[in-house]
């Protein structure tokens, strides 16, 4: 997927030009963007902070350099995900289960919503807590394959993958701007200082 490489050469300036298509005819279809180029336009519109990574080592190394710009490193970290424990076992975090302990909150999500940016989670990552009792910064793992079109693909897709058993207390992630009091769309929901850890895998 070298989109994301064109993406992060440059500052996206060609993606805002073809958001706007004022060279076209009005009668012209819109022009869509591919997939994995919406979901990075409007989680970052969102305020969402997206670290793209080519491998695990840069995952690492990124998670590294989130801890360090935000002087975490004598910090706990809550991990509910037992296998997200064991991929990150040596990067030198200290995991707790109490979310009192904790400053920040490492998990991953069911899918990334390319329609509205946001992040699909459910029981499996967040258990039966409600996103409010959370810490306030979130780092997500994902993977560029849970790039989904909208909620429903999702939704759809968590069905498929659990036909056993559905996961419950399904959510979106939405607002990562915090403090922003006029901004009436995200009134009632919990906004986090959220970093998204993309890993390539496609």
């Known amino acids: 997927m070298s989109l994301f490489r064109k993406i992060f050469g440059s500052k996206s300036e060609r993606s805002g ?18 997939i994995d180029e919406r979901f990075t336009i409007n989680f970052k519109a969102n305020g969402g902070k997206f670290l793209y990574c080519e491998d695990l080592n840069e995952v690492y190394e990124n998670l590294e350099n989130i801890i360090d710009e935000n002087k975490w490193h004598d910090k706990k970290v809550l991990i509910l995900d037992t296998n997200l424990k064991d991929k990150f076992r040596n990067s030198n975090l200290e995991p707790t289960l109490r979310i009192s302990d904790s400053t920040f909150f490492l998990t991953t999500c069911e899918n990334l919503i390319a329609n509205d940016g946001s992040l699909l989670i459910s029981s499996k990552q967040i258990f039966e807590k409600k996103l409010t009792e959370l810490p306030f910064n979130f780092i997500v793992f994902a993977t560029t394959s849970q790039i989904v079109e909208n909620i429903g693909e999702g939704l759809r897709g968590i069905k498929s993958k659990n036909r056993q058993r559905i996961p419950t207390n399904i959510t979106t992630i939405k607002h990562f701007k915090s403090g922003d009091e006029k901004d009436f ?17 496609l």
């Open 17 to 34: 030009e073809e958001l706007k298509s004022d060279e076209r005819g009005k009668y012209m279809p819109e022009i869509k963007l591919p």
């Open 185 to 201: 769309l995200s009134y009632g929901s919990s906004a986090k200082n959220l970093y998204l850890l993309l890993l390539e895998d």
